[in-house]
């Protein structure tokens, strides 16, 4: 193969017809022969802002056609994502599905017939490139692997599929996963913030979280081991869900830390994302994590909405650190701004009628889980074992086996970011991590304390800034989040809805966490709505205007 992937070129698709019979300044009994006109450029629509509901709304009333949605979705990828004017780009695309059109002429088609797929029935999507896909690459953002093309679908790509969406658009990410301050790829460079452009998107599902906020996609997914849908989300003022391990199938996405791994929504309002959690949400008999709710009636995310949801409930509120230690000294500026609105949230959440308690990080610190990064060989290589697919040409053969695909032919390619190249010496000597079971034990005994601690708070939920520092600068060495309620999060499995919650003093997003019970998004989904409906936060990025 030895291909690399090139930006896919975005011709307008113009739509032509044949005329039979035309009459031009002569009897009706008269014909002009062979006479066709001009071809006709789809209908463009102004997609900024309409996400997916949005979406829904005009292709159910009929103001516009799949086929439109995806030619305007398609052509401010083209207008916005490589360089433009005075902006750098947003790169946050790897790849676009060049039967998108094609897709959207068959679901409208279908649709006029009568026929809907699903309740996502010709709505264009946006996954990360650590998805699996039967017709796309899945590069996992590296160089190395841009040939690389599994046999079938991930769980939630099928998902996707079968309730009628198109997956328009593979979004760049830090490679596998890596980094959660920033989103670099050796196949397409680092992601740019829309808000600034001279700044990161964060990490790793930044590539998702630009596009989306950009309006390049109705809505799109990303995955989250240790922040990944969270901080990048809340530094491009969208809502992201980090769903409870194993409510969701991870199965055909490339892992990481496969215990701690998920999977779910980033959308611009919290209706996109309990719909699409609807119809992902489910037991997958490929996912051994996802056997707690097997069985299991989940119910309806989307229904469970109110804007009333608030009211009676306890919320617990973790306030922004003095930094007693001094770690997040250079970024005091910075942390003060996300402060204040992290304080006028606490404000709004009492406005709806709930009673609002301060917790300390300290009573929760002992619950942090050591997370296993040296196992990422380990379970990379278990996903290139099970994974049936299409290697890239003498990739294999770079490291013994040579006839097995390992992270060893990937580090041995040596086009690796620096980062994963720089760490290279104890990736390569990580050991195999525990087995199922023993990861599900190791969350177990800390899972217990924090539920015990919780309800003798008598919480509804906590919520606290997904990240007390804004979006770092592309240039320099000052990229940092601050992660420890990530930690916990992940070390323990449990779900996190953030939210936007305004934007700094110097215009750049802020995003609010609300963290809970396992298997409690239904009730996180409503508090963020309910929140959500109160203070309309989320504004558009200037960098990407209406074409």
């Not at 979406?55 to 949605?69: P, V």
């Not at 199938?249 to 719909?275: C, F, N, R």
């Amino acid at each position: 193969m030895n291909k690399t992937i090139k930006k896919t070129s975005f011709a307008i698709i113009a739509i032509s017809f044949a005329v039979s019979s035309l009459l031009v300044g002569c009897s009706k009994d008269e014909k002009i022969e062979n006479v066709q006109t001009e071809p006709t450029p789809p209908r463009s629509i102004d997609v900024v802002e309409l996400g997916l509901t949005g979406s829904l709304a005009l292709l159910e009333s009929g103001d516009a056609t799949s086929f439109e949605l995806t030619s305007s979705y398609l052509a401010r990828i083209k207008a916005y994502d490589d360089a433009y004017g005075s902006e750098p780009g947003l790169h946050a695309i790897i790849t676009v599905n060049k039967n998108a059109l094609d897709e959207a002429k068959q679901l409208d088609e279908e649709r006029a017939a009568g026929t809907l797929r699903g309740p996502l029935h010709g709505v264009p999507l946006i996954i990360k490139d650590n998805f699996a896909t039967k017709d796309m690459p899945t590069t996992n953002g590296s160089i190395a692997f841009a040939d690389y093309q599994t046999d079938k679908d991930a769980t939630i790509v099928n998902k996707l599929r079968e309730a009628g969406a198109i997956i328009l658009a593979k979004s760049n990410l830090s490679e596998f996963a890596w980094s959660g301050e920033d989103s670099i790829s050796s196949i397409r460079g680092e992601v740019r913030n829309p808000y600034d452009q001279t700044r990161t998107s964060s990490g790793s599902s930044g590539g998702t979280a630009a596009a989306i906020s950009a309006s390049m996609g109705a809505a799109g997914f990303g995955s989250d081991t240790y922040g990944s849908i969270r901080n990048p989300s809340a530094h491009q003022s969208l809502v992201g869900v980090r769903t409870t391990k194993g409510l969701v199938s991870t199965a055909g996405i490339t892992p990481q830390v496969a215990y701690l791994d998920t999977a779910g929504p980033m959308t611009i309002s919290v209706t996109d994302a309990a719909i699409l959690l609807d119809v992902v949400a489910g037991y997958d008999p490929e996912d051994p994590y996802t056997n707690a709710i097997q069985g299991k009636k989940l119910g309806s995310y989307a229904s469970s909405l109110s804007n009333s949801s608030l009211k009676g409930k306890k919320i617990g509120f973790v306030d922004l650190s003095d930094d007693p230690d001094g770690t997040y000294a250079k970024f005091a500026d910075e942390r003060n701004r996300v402060k204040v609105l992290i304080n006028q949230a606490k404000a709004d959440i009492e406005a709806q009628g709930a009673t609002v308690v301060l917790i300390k990080e300290s009573d929760f610190s002992s619950m942090w889980n050591h997370i296993e990064w040296d196992s990422i060989k380990y379970y990379i290589d278990d996903w290139f074992t099970k994974i049936p697919a299409n290697w890239p040409n003498h990739l294999a053969e770079l490291a013994e086996p040579t006839n097995a695909l390992t992270l060893d032919d990937y580090i041995a390619d040596g086009r690796a970011i620096q980062e994963i190249a720089d760490s290279k010496d104890w990736l390569l000597t990580a050991s195999k991590p525990s087995v199922f079971e023993e990861d599900v034990a190791r969350k177990s005994v800390n899972l217990e304390k924090f539920k015990a601690l919780y309800t003798k708070l008598g919480l509804d939920a906590i919520v606290y800034a997904t990240d007390s520092i804004t979006a770092s600068k592309i240039t320099g060495d000052d990229k940092f989040h601050n992660d420890a309620w990530s930690a916990l999060a992940s070390g323990l499995g449990l779900p996190v809805v953030t939210v936007p919650a305004g934007f700094t003093s110097s215009g750049l997003p802020v995003g609010l966490s609300l963290l809970g019970l396992p298997y409690s998004e239904g009730e996180l989904l409503s508090y963020a709505y309910n929140y959500e409906q109160a203070t309309h936060h989320r504004v558009a990025p200037s960098s990407t205007p209406k074409l």
